[in-house]
């Protein structure tokens, strides 16, 4: 099936799409909070790691926290985001965001600060992550024509990618002078001007639907959107690939800074410099993966991509048999998982708004996060376990062996014939 743009957008739609305006400031509020989100994300292991002292169990608990919101309640998040209006969900996300961040900086001021309220923190941001990102998901559809989501979802990707590769080292060598917790600070301050942004959009045709009547149960409303998720093949390939990734990524996500940080004992600012590399990396492959979608199709670069991951983290559990080259290897490895992670994600951008109806997809996007949301915190507390019981090293081995996964799922995989969508599976 043809992509190409209606009449009146010129070839470049991830630069058109900006002149679409509630996109622009949807975009813009997005780079605000993905820059909070990087900057707290940073300060999250240094807080708990260096300053509070929490052993690697703690750690991976932390980190499930941090990641088990779609756990909790992503699937009745589904159904509310589709019956109310999309805005007033992120302005209501992003205030959550706001207090939970504020509270750290304050604390560590009072000289009050625990690992339980780094949990507890963690666990509002992560609840509030479920309706921003369910509810952001579901809001392109009503501020682009359907055909640029897919141009949109690049665009606040290789956005994303940029802040990436600039928060890190930033936050790195601000700690140097700074103590870690009043990053927070920051965190607290992007999410207030995303708020600000957020309330300029105006997305056509998003109303609330009403309160479900006796014929339209609540769990049906939740089976539905599961039933389109694990009927449609290209979304149920996507899950299974994605689920199991994110399983080995929660380990290693867990355990790698407990391993740089207090095994290593790498300085905060060269912490901040891998993140950096990797984030570099991405931005590369964010500029690359769109036209290679265009020019190899979107299903078989995914699958490429896809099949990269586990070579991409081998390098992490090799920092850790050959520990006076660690920096180079841990370099490496973030390097490749950037490129692996953006271009998968480039490559799979709006495939699920093109197959899936707008009255599914706060549902879809719902069910789906829960599944591969839900493995990260799941391996992260896997991770946990197994560093306990032998080691760091052997938690990293288990995470590049649950990433290799996937790549039998490729072999098996009927898809793997395709290099573009289908058109009879578009809506």
């Given at each position: ?207 609330t639907r009403g309160t479900l009547g006796p014929e339209r149960a609540f769990r049906r409303e939740i089976m539905d959107g599961i039933r389109v998720l694990f009927r449609q093949p290209l979304l149920r390939l996507l ?17 790698l800074p407990v391993f740089l940080l207090k095994e290593i004992g790498l300085a905060t600012w060269l912490y ?156």
């Open positions: 099936m043809s992509l190409s743009p209606p009449a009146n957008v010129a070839p470049d739609d991830t630069v058109e799409v900006l002149k679409v305006p509630d996109f622009r400031w949807l975009w813009a509020a997005n780079g605000f909070r993905y820059a909070a989100a990087e900057v707290a994300s940073f300060a999250l292991p240094i807080t708990a790691l260096l300053l509070l002292h929490a052993p690697p169990l703690v750690m991976s608990l932390i980190f499930m926290c941090s990641r088990a919101g779609f756990l909790v309640v992503g699937l009745p998040a589904g159904v509310w985001i589709d019956r109310w209006r999309k805005k007033p969900v992120l302005i209501c996300a992003d205030v959550a965001y706001t207090v939970a961040f504020a509270s750290v900086p304050l604390a560590y001021v009072l000289n009050v600060l625990t690992v339980a309220q780094l949990l507890v923190v963690a666990l509002v941001v992560s609840l509030a992550g479920v309706f921003f990102d369910v509810a952001h998901s579901s809001v392109l559809p009503y501020v682009l024509p359907r055909r640029l989501v897919s141009d949109g979802n690049a665009r606040l990707q290789s956005s994303e990618t940029a802040i990436q590769a600039v928060s890190p080292s930033v936050a790195g060598l601000v700690t140097q002078s700074v103590a870690a917790p009043f990053l927070y600070c920051f965190a607290a301050l992007g999410h207030l001007v995303s708020l600000v942004l957020l309330r300029h959009i105006h997305p056509k045709g998003d109303v899950l299974n690939q994605a689920a199991l990734n994110n399983f080995g990524a929660g380990i290693i996500l867990s355990m901040g410099l891998m993140s950096t590399l990797g984030a570099l990396a991405g931005f590369a492959a964010s500029l690359l993966a769109p036209r290679l979608r265009r020019r190899f199709g979107e299903i078989r670069m995914t699958l490429i991509f896809s099949a990269l991951a586990p070579f991409a983290v081998l390098a992490a559990p090799l920092a850790e048999v050959f520990r006076q080259a660690a920096v180079p290897l841990i370099a490496l490895a973030e390097i490749l998982i950037g490129i692996a992670v953006v271009g998968r994600a480039v490559s799979t951008a709006g495939l699920r708004a093109r197959v899936t109806p707008n009255e599914y997809m706060g549902r879809v996007t719902a069910a789906y996060s829960v599944v591969i949301q839900g493995a990260t915190p799941l391996g992260a507390l896997a991770g946990g376990l197994i560093a306990s019981h032998w080691f760091t090293g052997a938690a990293l081995w288990a995470g590049v062996l649950a990433m290799a996964l996937p790549l039998v799922l490729l072999l098996l995989s009927p898809l793997r014939r395709y290099s573009r969508l289908p058109t009879e599976w578009e809506v």
